[in-house]
């Protein structure tokens, strides 16, 4: 688990006094395969906050992504190689 709160860019919307948890995350990540796992990539703001926190936790030698729902419009250049569904935007609206 990567507790993310402190490098969300919305940090100021979370409350007047957000909890504070131990960073820790348990695994020495120097040099090792990373797994990034999210449900739905939008645009992409959780997944660069997780990897702002991982990198405080060290140097991995590879970073991939993986999502159940790819919304198709990620505000970074952010293709995961694995995904359940892609639901781009207009797909999404049809479905209403």
Do not use: W
């Not at 990539?41 to 926190?53: F, S």
């Not at 991939?64 to 970074?76: E, K, S, T, W, Y």
């Amino acid at each position: 688990m990567l507790d993310i709160q402190f490098y969300r860019d919305d940090l100021s919307t979370a409350g007047v006094r957000p909890v504070v948890t131990e960073g820790a995350i348990g695994i020495d990540i120097e040099g090792r395969d990373v797994i990034l796992c999210d449900d739905v990539l939008y645009t992409g703001r959780t997944i660069r906050a997780a990897l702002d926190a991982l990198f405080d936790h060290g140097r991995p030698r590879r970073v991939q992504l993986a999502v159940l729902i790819d919304r198709g419009i990620a505000n970074c250049p952010l293709r995961p190689p694995t995904s359940a569904n892609m639901f781009p935007p207009a797909a999404a609206r049809s479905l209403k």
